[in-house]
């Protein structure tokens, strides 16, 4: 079946640290892969997406690409900053669309100043 | 624009009580959804709607019931509240069922059973 693992958490840098969260996913073919946000006591929002291989999601200093090879979906930023400060979910839609995206367990991120 | 509305945001219920969760979003998509949030878990499907008058069972759907009469509203229906209801229950909504179409997500309803 399709599933998400992402790296076990929690995790936390100083600020302007580099950042990495690591992700893999099992699923047949190409499925959409995703980054979700979610801030404390909100809901979760898009972060960034890929939709095929070798394409790279971006979005407020955060990078994922999309790597068939190894299956991975890797977030990074550069310099991260305080208002990083988050719990970050990796997901994966199967290709050819099927209404149920599958969540990774999450990663909480705290920055210290 | 309000995006995707979940009512109440916290509630507390003793077991066996029943009480509906509401959501609607203005966003005019077909697709809702409903997932709980457990601690170190993610996020499980709990139902979900492609349209008007169309529900189907997600992942974990005992103890819940959904319905969907109008494509503004989903709201979430549980009936004889247990400890294991004990969650953050979030609803979303998409335009379409595919990767090109992310899911909105409300802020969430925090439920204690006890």
């Known amino acids: 079946g399709n599933s998400v693992t992402q790296m076990e958490g929690p995790v936390t840098l100083s600020e302007e640290a580099f950042l990495t969260i690591n992700c893999t996913y099992t699923a047949t073919g190409y499925p959409s892969l995703f980054w979700y946000v979610q801030y404390p006591g909100e809901g979760l929002q898009l972060l960034l997406k890929a939709t095929k291989a070798d394409d790279k999601g971006s979005n407020k200093g955060f990078e994922a690409t999309y790597r068939k090879e190894t299956t991975s979906f890797h977030l990074e930023k550069g310099s991260v900053q305080v208002s990083d400060s988050a719990v970050y979910f990796c997901a994966l839609m199967p290709q050819g669309g099927s209404e149920k995206l599958v969540f990774g367990k999450g990663t909480k991120l705290t920055v210290n100043p | 624009n309000a995006g995707v509305t979940q009512t109440p945001k916290f509630r507390i219920l003793k077991i066996g009580q029943s009480m509906t969760l509401q959501c609607t979003q203005d966003m005019n998509h077909n697709y809702m959804y409903w997932y709980r949030q457990d601690p170190g878990m993610g996020l499980k499907l709990i139902y979900y709607s492609v349209g008007a008058g169309i529900t189907d069972k997600g992942e974990v759907p005992n103890g819940y019931n959904v319905s969907r009469s109008t494509t503004e509203d989903f709201p979430l229906r549980l009936e004889l509240a247990a400890p294991s209801q004990t969650s953050v229950y979030f609803c979303?909504?998409?335009?379409?069922?595919?990767?090109?179409?992310?899911?909105?997500f409300g802020n969430g309803t925090r439920l204690t059973v006890t």
């Open positions: 979303a909504s998409s335009y379409s069922g595919t990767g090109n179409s992310p899911l909105h």
